[in-house]
């Protein structure tokens, strides 16, 4: 390790111990003042989620256009998921879709969209038939065909909550940058991914993808809300650097192709074993072209 290499990453971890660690734990009065930094601290921390370097057109040598299922199941990937009950738990705490949810209804993320082309924008009003089911009872029903009034009681109102997020789905861009001569990765979008609310409670409902974030749109959102760090609780990571260091177990479902990127599912079907082969392959292709370059 280089002397540049080792100072940036001891001014890191100071910096992220102070920031991380749940402030004023130890000197604080009264609860209220657990978790609070004074405007001094806020100053000096300067947080802000590390900028991208600029990449010219011209240094990318080779690219590949990817796309990966996060499934929440697996172990490795539950600093995604939980926690999906936050009554009996900090407010610091929050899983990332419920992060993604409050900024998007508070307008910090200010774009999201039908797809992972990122094409068509969509709104909170257009997505709220994926996100909430209403139903009337048969009760309820009789009480409209009698001409009344609908009672509440008799109105079935379900929402989607974190628990039930199945999945994430990333687009993402492997690139070998020549002038560096290494393969690197870039994070594009994300999307939430969970049982098609109108068929939740069925015994196996499809899975749908709720809308898309173009993922340097919510960088600063991801950047201020941290995940649990199971070895270290002092010392949490931000969803911005656990999505971008990709501190998670993905499966490519898709990438790039000349049959209008078409999914694995679409060539291999029922068959879920050569399915995570295929997978394996075209991510040992990628990687593959970086070691082919130190080859001669």
Known sequence: MNLKSFL?????????????????????????????RTDAQKAIDNDKPLEYGYVDDRDILFSKMTWE??????????????????????????????VLMKNVKNGKIKNIYDDSYFKTKRTLKDIEATLVKIDTTELGIEQLNAGEE??????????????????????????????QAEMKYRLL??????????FIDS????????FWIFFPDARGVLHEAKSFNNKNTSMP?????????????????KEENVQEDRAITEYISDNALMQLLESERIKEKIRDFELDMWTY
Do not use: M
Request: proline share 4%.
């Open 8 to 36: 940036l990453t001891v001014t890191a971890v100071f910096t992220v111990s102070s920031i991380f660690a749940q402030a004023n734990i130890l000197n604080a009065k009264n609860p209220q003042e657990i978790g609070v």
């Open 69 to 98: 299922k996060v499934i929440l199941d697996e172990r490795a990937n539950f600093s995604l998921y939980y926690p999906v009950d936050t009554n009996n738990i900090g407010s610091e705490r929050r899983c990332l879709y419920d």
């Open 150 to 179: 609908l009672s509440a009681e008799y109105i079935n109102r379900r929402d989607l909550t974190a628990a039930d997020i199945a999945e994430y789905h990333i687009k993402g861009l492997w690139y070998f940058d020549k002038r």
């Open 189 to 198: 979008g994300i999307a939430p991914v969970a049982p098609d609310v109108n």
């Open 203 to 210: 015994d196996s409902p499809d899975l749908v993808e709720l």
């Open 237 to 253: 990571f931000s969803f911005d650097h656990v999505l971008n260091a990709r501190r998670f177990q993905g499966y490519i479902y």
